[in-house]
């Protein structure tokens, strides 16, 4: 057990190290370390917290869960790209410094945004959040599901019709519809939680993703390749790149993240009779 342990703090270790390297990057500007931040710094932090969290609760997805840590990696660029897709309509955002990457740009995008599910699992993982316990004892009945999928789906039009004035919707009508499904078929759902009175596991879920979207903004402000913001209404008071008001933002794009990577693993099951 001794041993175990300290695997796991040698790599938690690494993490910080990582983390602390890409701090001083900032401002000494080797390159291409200061370009490639983004991956660098968030492999760090997720190796930090995993460790931290196996110390804490004797728990680690890089121990004792490889095989869905690298499936999380694997689907997050493209549950990314889902909101790029929406922001060629709104132009909440846009990235700049990302011309010195030329033709690979993609491919730095790719590799940068497949830490945002780990991130978020890790963290969560760090409060103890009983997931199991959002698993419908049974399935939402049609008519229900019909409803709040539906709502999902008008939300979405809706929001790609008047985005100046409906673009908040993009962080609710997504994990209508995908939280919606996952309740049918009786998979995690945070609908089903917040139905039987769940709160610490909404709780969990809410601070997990304001301690990320803080830590996304602080580590965007001090880099030379980063996003900017537009934001109709709200573009004021800001903390870092981000306006104050947006950080509400990250609360449902949590719940987002954690429907969608229930959905995926509930296709990859079912497709594969597991």
């Given at each position: 057990?001794?041993?175990?342990?300290?695997?796991?703090?040698?790599y938690g270790?690494?993490g910080?190290?990582?983390?602390i390297?890409?701090?001083?990057n900032?401002?000494?500007k080797?390159?291409?370390f200061?370009?490639?931040?983004?991956?660098?710094?968030?492999?760090?932090?997720?190796?930090?917290?995993?460790?931290l969290?196996?110390?804490?609760r004797?728990?680690?997805?890089?121990?004792?869960n490889?095989?869905?840590?690298?499936?999380?990696?694997?689907?997050?660029?493209?549950?990314w790209?889902?909101?790029?897709?929406?922001?060629?309509?709104l132009?909440?955002w846009?990235y700049?410094?990302?011309?010195?990457?030329?033709r690979?740009?993609?491919?730095?995008?790719?590799?940068?945004?497949?830490t945002?599910?780990?991130a978020?699992?890790?963290?969560?993982q760090?409060f103890?959040?009983?997931?199991?316990?959002?698993i419908?004892?049974?399935?939402l009945?049609?008519?229900?599901?019909?409803?709040?999928?539906?709502?999902?789906?008008?939300?979405?039009?809706?929001?790609l019709?008047?985005?100046?004035?409906l673009?908040?919707?993009?962080?609710?009508?997504?994990f209508?519809?995908?939280?919606?499904i996952?309740?049918?078929?009786k998979q995690?759902?945070l609908?089903?939680?917040?139905?039987?009175?769940?709160?610490?596991?909404?709780?969990?879920?809410?601070?997990t993703?304001?301690?990320?979207?803080f830590?996304w903004?602080?580590?965007?402000?001090?880099?030379?390749?980063?996003?900017?913001?537009?934001v109709?209404?709200?573009?004021?008071?800001?903390?870092?790149?981000?306006?104050?008001?947006?950080?509400?933002?990250y609360?449902?794009?949590?719940?987002e993240?954690?429907s969608f990577?229930f959905?995926?693993?509930?296709?990859?099951?079912k497709?594969?009779?597991?």
């Amino acid at each position: 057990m001794g041993e175990a342990k300290y695997i796991i703090s040698a790599y938690g270790i690494i993490g910080i190290i990582l983390i602390i390297l890409t701090e001083l990057n900032f401002f000494i500007k080797i390159q291409p370390f200061e370009k490639i931040y983004f991956p660098i710094v968030w492999l760090g932090y997720i190796l930090f917290v995993d460790g931290l969290t196996y110390k804490i609760r004797g728990k680690s997805f890089v121990k004792n869960n490889l095989p869905s840590l690298v499936g999380m990696f694997v689907i997050s660029a493209p549950f990314w790209k889902i909101f790029e897709y929406i922001n060629l309509r709104l132009g909440n955002w846009h990235y700049i410094g990302t011309e010195y990457f030329g033709r690979y740009d993609d491919l730095f995008a790719f590799i940068s945004f497949s830490t945002v599910i780990p991130a978020f699992f890790i963290t969560l993982q760090l409060f103890k959040p009983e997931i199991e316990k959002s698993i419908p004892e049974k399935k939402l009945s049609k008519k229900s599901f019909g409803v709040i999928l539906l709502t999902g789906l008008v939300s979405f039009i809706l929001m790609l019709t008047l985005p100046k004035y409906l673009f908040p919707l993009e962080w609710i009508s997504l994990f209508l519809i995908f939280d919606s499904i996952n309740y049918y078929n009786k998979q995690p759902s945070l609908i089903y939680a917040l139905n039987t009175g769940q709160n610490k596991l909404i709780k969990n879920i809410a601070i997990t993703s304001l301690t990320l979207g803080f830590l996304w903004e602080f580590w965007n402000y001090w880099a030379s390749v980063k996003w900017v913001y537009n934001v109709p209404f709200a573009d004021f008071l800001k903390i870092f790149e981000m306006p104050a008001l947006g950080y509400l933002g990250y609360i449902p794009f949590g719940f987002e993240i954690f429907s969608f990577y229930f959905f995926v693993r509930w296709l990859f099951k079912k497709n594969l009779n597991l």
